[in-house]
């Protein structure tokens, strides 16, 4: 039988790693960590640079952006935890093309939609049926170089995994970046927002 504390450390180990989608191979134990970021993470950036779609109140005063991939499992569960909170924040989920060929076009696909939500609904309900997400259609070009530019800020910024989370926290006005899917507790907590319920 395992040590009760091994087994809490390797559910632990576990647990971490699922709680987001990487692009890069992790590197292996012993090695040096990234260098500190070298671009500071600029909200008025993101606000300007960034091509997303908006979910939540318009006129709020508190944004909150995602970086995601269409392909990335932590990201539909984000999706989800964040509904909850939409009626407190805006929140500009920003569509990135880093798992898989498919990423960059789904991601232009859900930018393309008459209403995105819909869509990224859709895209959703179509990735847990294990039907690979929605199709994309048409003349999506324009878009899809949208998605590359939305993929190169955040490899700017030196992210390593989607999604990514930066807002400011509500009541401090901090800068608040987060890596991973939170539940909707921590997510509200995390960016002062109130825990539903």
């Known amino acids: 039988m395992k040590h009760p504390l091994s087994l809490a450390a390797t559910l632990l180990a576990c647990v971490l790693a699922l709680a987001a989608c990487k692009d890069k191979v992790d590197k292996p134990a012993g090695t040096a960590e990234l260098p500190a970021r070298t671009t500071p993470?600029?909200?008025?950036?993101?606000?300007?640079?960034?091509?997303?779609f908006t979910v939540g109140s318009p006129m709020s005063?508190?944004?909150?952006?995602?970086?995601?991939?269409?392909?990335?499992?932590?990201?539909?569960?984000?999706?989800?935890?964040?509904?909850?909170?939409?009626?407190?924040?805006?929140?500009?989920w920003i569509p990135v093309g880093?798992?898989?060929?498919?990423?960059?076009?789904?991601?232009?696909a859900i930018l393309s939609?008459?209403?995105p939500v819909v869509a990224m609904d859709a895209h959703e309900a179509s990735m847990r049926s294990k039907s690979g997400g929605i199709s994309a259609t048409g003349d999506l070009d324009a878009l899809k170089k949208a998605v590359e530019l939305n993929t190169k800020l955040l490899d700017r910024y030196q992210f390593n995994s989607v999604p990514t989370i930066i807002g400011k926290h509500a009541d401090t006005g901090a800068l608040v970046i987060k890596e991973g899917a939170l539940p909707?507790?921590?997510?509200?907590?995390?960016?002062?927002?109130?825990?539903?319920?």
């Open 41 to 52: 993470v600029s909200i008025e950036t993101i606000a300007s640079e960034a091509r997303g």
């Open 61 to 92: 005063a508190r944004t909150i952006y995602v970086f995601f991939d269409p392909q990335c499992p932590h990201c539909a569960a984000l999706w989800n935890e964040a509904k909850p909170l939409k009626a407190q924040a805006k929140f500009v």
């Open 98 to 108: 880093l798992l898989n060929p498919s990423s960059t076009p789904q991601g232009a």
């Open 113 to 115: 939609a008459p209403d």
């Open 184 to 197: 909707t507790a921590e997510l509200a907590g995390a960016f002062g927002l109130k825990p539903p319920g």
